[in-house]
């Protein structure tokens, strides 16, 4: 097995926001949506205050094979890690509708949706600030 899941550095925002950019095109999201930029990357994971973390699979130089390396794997556990060491008692994930679905299934994750009936609910930037504009308190 030569990938190794490490955690991100600063040095990796650049590609972070290029998959970023790049999952916004797979889900036909106008590239007009994608508000976060490289500064904000850098200061919410490796400012003052971190807001997230980050992992990264990386194969080794000239190697391109993902194939049978288990990376999808390797990575959610290193999440699962993550979330016990910082005292998570459980771990949540919006995903599409799509194949990943069974691979989550296949991890021991349970989908709520069918479950238990939960959607999902987004207030945009704008909403947002109406709602909060609206607080008295
Ligand atoms: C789903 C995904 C995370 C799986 O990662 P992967 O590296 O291909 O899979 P792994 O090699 O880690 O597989 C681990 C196990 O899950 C199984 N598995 C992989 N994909 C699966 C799927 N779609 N359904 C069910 N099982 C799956 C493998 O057979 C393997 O089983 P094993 O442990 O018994 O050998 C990856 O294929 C992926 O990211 N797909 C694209 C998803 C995407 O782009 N979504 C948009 C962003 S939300």
């Not at 556990?77 to 299934?105: D, S």
Request: charged share 25%; proline share 4%; hydrophobic share 40%.
């Amino acid at each position: 097995m030569n990938c190794i899941i490490r955690p991100c550095t600063v040095k990796d925002c650049k590609v972070i926001l290029q998959f970023i950019k790049e999952i916004a095109v797979h889900y036909r999201v106008p590239p007009t949506e994608v508000k976060v930029t490289l500064e904000v990357l850098r200061e919410d994971g490796f400012g003052a205050q971190p807001q997230y973390d980050c992992y990264v699979a990386e194969l080794p130089p000239r190697q391109t094979n993902k194939e049978g390396q288990q990376i999808g794997k390797r990575l959610i556990e290193k999440a699962a890690q993550a979330a016990v060491a910082k005292g998570c008692g459980q771990l949540r994930m919006h995903i599409a509708k799509t194949n990943e679905m069974g691979f989550l299934a296949r991890q021991g994750g349970q989908d709520l949706t069918a479950k238990e009936g939960w959607s999902l609910f987004h207030f945009k930037e704008d909403a947002l600030r109406r709602l909060a504009a609206r607080s008295k308190f």
